[in-house]
Nanobody, 131 residues
């Protein structure tokens, strides 16, 4: 699976951005799609995840209530809507996928992002929140 991430840019604190992740597959059914970020000098952080098996979603505490992950079935695209952005959201954002086979289809999005190895990664898109 090849992934194309886009939508990053420079935004002022309190602003919004929408990141897109388009996958080169016929369908995103039975996939976990995760959004990760890595700020300079920091470890990579799992920000959000969606399971297209059961529709469950996961958000890290640092973004809960501000970020929303959603899927566009027709476009094989997953979006991360980021509102009320803060300077600490500045990072390179990556999307990643893993096909959910067997018992993984019953995992929640939280289970997936914490316990499953993602097999395909996009190239990353830079988000800078600064005045």
């Amino acid at each position: 699976v090849q992934l194309q991430a886009s939508g990053g840019g420079l935004v002022q604190p309190g602003g919004s951005l929408r990141l897109s992740c388009t996958a080169s597959v016929f369908t995103l059914d039975y996939y976990g799609i995760g959004w990760f970020r890595q700020a300079p000098g920091k470890e990579r952080e799992g920000v959000s995840c969606i399971s297209t098996s059961d529709g469950s979603t996961y958000y890290a505490d640092s973004v809960k209530g501000r970020f929303t992950v959603a899927r566009d079935n027709a476009m094989n695209t997953v979006y991360l809507q980021m509102n009320s952005l803060k300077p600490e959201d500045t990072a390179v954002y990556y999307c990643a996928t893993v096909r959910l086979d067997g018992s993984m289809r019953y995992y929640t999005a939280g289970d997936i992002i914490h316990n499953v190895r993602f097999t395909s990664w996009g190239q990353g898109t830079l988000v800078t929140v600064s005045s």
